[in-house]
């Protein structure tokens, strides 16, 4: 697994399949929340590394502070840290444009993505990304979980420091992340795979459907035939949209 690093930043990526002719590359954002790591894609009803490889060249990561990756934290971050994190991977491999592909958290990583370099994002796949219903306690108590682990890293960090990034990250609505009046003016195509539990409601993937202008849903997809099918449809999806953004 080879690394990108960038001052204090150390980002661990993988690199997985050919680089078919006309096929556009694939990024994942790994479920995990903060702890967002490609070894999580493992317990996935599906590993995106493994079914896309043989018809994209497909790249996972762990995230800053997730995983093998490190990085400096401050009272200032929040998801912009991510993104730039993830435009830098690209710089760094030489990827002008490509696909998302995110699970859980990964989901809002994806939209910052299509908002922040519309360019660069032709299309993304959205696996029961995490949103707002009831539950912002229950996201403060992850993140205060993960930082927990990194307190002893980070001295110079005071309680506000933690409680000001804690807000950024899951101090808002919707998906967290952008905001609605961001997603109802993203142009790329986007799949959505609903949520059905606490942490990805089902209601969050059907308001993102009903606010982006391209989106479609997958209602059904993580068991038998409906995993098949759920499969096959991103598939031919991001092979779709290869061919419009060639």
Known sequence: MPWFERGELAIHYEVHGAEPPGSVPVLLLAPGGMRSAASLWERAPF?????????????????RNAGSSSGPISASDGWHTYT???????????????????????????????????????????LQPIGLDGNRAEFFAL????????????????????????????GGDFVFHPDRDTVRALQQPMLVLRGDDPYHPAVASEALVEEAPRAELVERWKEGAELTAAIDRVRSFLRENSAAGS
């Not at 490509?98 to 959205?126: K, Q, S, T, Y």
């Open 143 to 170: 993140f205060d979980s993960w930082a927990q682990d990194l307190r002893g890293e980070h001295p110079d960090l005071t309680e506000s420091d933690w409680t000001a990034f804690r807000e950024r990250m899951f």
């Open 47 to 63: 590993d995106p590394r493994q079914v896309l490889a043989d018809d994209f060249h497909v790249i996972s990561m762990d995230q």
């Open 84 to 126: 730039g994190d993830q435009l830098a991977l690209l710089d760094h491999l030489g990827i002008e444009r490509c696909h998302v592909l995110g699970m859980c958290i990964g989901g809002p990583f994806c939209l910052g993505l299509m908002a922040a370099a519309p360019e660069r994002i032709a299309a993304g796949v959205l």
